[in-house]
């Protein structure tokens, strides 16, 4: 998905290891990490990727919810200090890790159920408010064929 729009924009696509999903033994029964294809791997299939980028945030295995959360709100307090307000930035995320980013950012949203497959969310921080972000879309999935919105 990172793909499409990286390479319409020209932009190198950076592999944050801190947006993984929920790392539960529910969800992930073993260790994740030393069965994923390194940067310079994926580099092959996807040309886009950055193999020097150095992750801002390092999960742990295993994880209940809250260190996910709290691993979510960390990955976002470093995102912010490496970019200027104002700065478009997107992230490619699943279901829950959306959910949490967005929990982090809107402090008491309530989500209408689920998220959709490639559903898009997008937040804006309000001008003149530093800490302060509107929800314009989310569940947004209107850009796909026989899908409507939450």
């Known amino acids: 998905t990172a793909n499409a729009l990286a390479e ?5 696509i950076l592999i944050e290891n801190g947006v993984c999903e929920y790392l539960t033994k529910f969800l992930v029964s073993q260790e994740p ?13 996807f040309p886009l990727i950055d193999p020097n980028y150095k992750s801002m945030v390092t999960p742990e295995y295993p994880e ?20 200027n307000d ?28 689920g998220i959709p497959y490639t559903a898009i969310a997008e937040l804006e ?3 003149d408010e530093t800490q302060s972000w509107e929800l314009r879309r ?9 899908f409507s919105d939450l």
């Open 33 to 45: 990490f030393s069965r994923l294809q390194t940067p310079t791997e994926l580099q092959k299939s």
């Open 125 to 127: 921080q309000k001008p």
């Open 86 to 113: 104002g700065e478009v930035i997107v992230i490619f995320a699943h279901g829950h890790t959306a959910m949490d980013i967005t929990r982090n950012l809107i402090s008491g949203y309530l989500f209408p159920g």
């Open 64 to 83: 209940n919810k809250n260190k996910s959360i709290e691993r979510h709100k960390k990955f976002l307090e470093e995102l912010f200090k490496k970019h």
């Open 8 to 12: 319409s924009k020209n932009l190198p």
């Open 138 to 146: 989310y569940g947004d999935a209107s850009h796909l064929s026989g």
